[in-house]
């Protein structure tokens, strides 16, 4: 291999000269060329909007995929995805191996059977759960995830690199002027000729001029960061609205599953009921982790754990009900409601138990019972 022995000798000699320059500085031994201050600002916020990209990203990784090592090597195929520049093929979820294996479950127990039926149920309903995580994962780590590690990957490194050149400009320039301190100082004693500090200053003045241009360079990149603040911004809205959108999926999957076990249910008390279903996830759940959480302690009306799961109403009847929590149509035939309004419901023959029609001055459609505080 051919080695070009002059140019190595020389950046050997930059090496030590600047290795020496930084211990002086670090001793007191030696003057440090200060940055301005606006350098100063655009070095302390670059480094802090590193550090907190870093910690962001990996957190958010964590929430994500919070257990890893579950799905063998998953770490290390998407590296190797990553680094190929390939797409990572979508993973099953956990919900949706749960779903597949109570569906596999309830053939092995019977279909037909009030458990084996149930199980396929809650196993469906499972995998579409599963379903919109895959999605929700997948979303957020286009618009996310995605974009973080770019900037950390790519514009980060490119100003650390420009960072280190320009702390390199910096010694260079201090190791010059203190060449030519100590020439004028020989000067003085005759001890020197006047063409060794014209030299000195010469180098000086070039040092000076790659500093200065490695400092515009720097500071170029640096302001670009507030570019970076503003399309992190961007993605996290779009983080923040698949968050909300999964979550909204999640809970009407569970509000249909809901009712689809009460009506299991209720055709216990139906005539030659072959057998008995087994019991609805409690409405409970709802009470505490559902949009009921807004309900203020203490109120008069019933608790959905003790509230039936369908309330008779006479068929041309109609009576006044209280809106208990905001609740948001899933399509046209629904009606949205808001907390402590007043409308008007009754049933019609054939209607799911839990729902009734609800009316609002011109506007009219299906609401849940359990959302409803039935007056008298």
Request: charged share 25%; hydrophobic share 35%; net charge negative.
């Amino acid at each position: 291999m051919d080695f070009n022995m002059k140019k190595l000798a020389s950046d050997a000699g930059h090496f030590f000269n600047r290795a020496m320059q930084f211990t002086e500085e670090k001793l007191g031994q030696a003057e440090k060329t200060e940055l301005d201050a606006h350098l100063e600002n655009l070095l302390a916020r670059g480094d802090c909007t590193k550090n907190w990209t870093e910690k962001i990203l990996r957190q958010t990784e964590v929430l994500l995929q919070p257990n890893p090592i579950d799905h063998t090597g998953a770490r290390i195929e998407g590296f190797i995805y990553d680094k190929l520049d390939k797409k990572i093929p979508s993973r099953t979820t956990n919900p949706e191996i749960l779903g597949q294996y109570m569906v596999d479950a309830a053939q092995e127990f019977g279909a037909d059977s009030p458990y084996g039926n149930t199980l396929i149920t809650v196993g469906e309903y499972q995998k579409r759960l599963g379903s919109a995580e895959r999605e929700f994962l997948q979303t957020s780590s286009a618009t996310f995830l995605t974009p973080l590690r770019n900037f950390l990957e790519g514009d980060w490194r490119t100003i650390s690199k420009e960072r280190r050149l320009l702390e390199n400009r910096r010694l260079d320039l201090d190791i010059c002027k203190a060449r030519v301190k100590k020439a004028k100082q020989a000067e003085a004693k005759a001890a020197l000729l006047s063409e060794e500090v014209d030299k000195a200053e010469h180098e000086l003045r070039v040092a000076q001029t790659e500093f200065d241009r490695q400092a515009e360079v720097t500071r170029l990149l640096l302001e670009g960061i507030s570019s970076t603040h503003l399309n992190h911004l961007r993605c996290l809205k779009d983080f923040a609205e698949a968050q909300a959108t999964y979550y909204a999926q999640c809970h009407h999957y569970m509000h249909e599953l809901q009712r689809e076990l009460n009506k299991c249910a209720n055709s216990v008390g139906a005539p030659n009921s072959p057998a008995v279903c087994p019991n609805p996830v409690s409405s409970a759940f709802l009470l505490e982790s559902g949009p009921s959480a807004s309900a203020a302690p203490g109120s008069s009306s019933t608790s959905l754990a003790q509230r039936p799961s369908s309330v008779q109403l006479p068929v041309t009847g109609t009576r006044k009900a209280k809106v208990l929590y905001d609740y948001d149509a899933h399509d046209t035939s629904e009606l949205s409601l808001l907390a402590d309004e007043i409308i008007t419901v009754y049933t019609v023959p054939g209607m799911d138990p839990d729902w009734l029609v609800g009316e609002r001055g011109n506007d009219k459609g299906k609401v849940p019972v359990t959302y409803l505080e039935l007056l008298s």
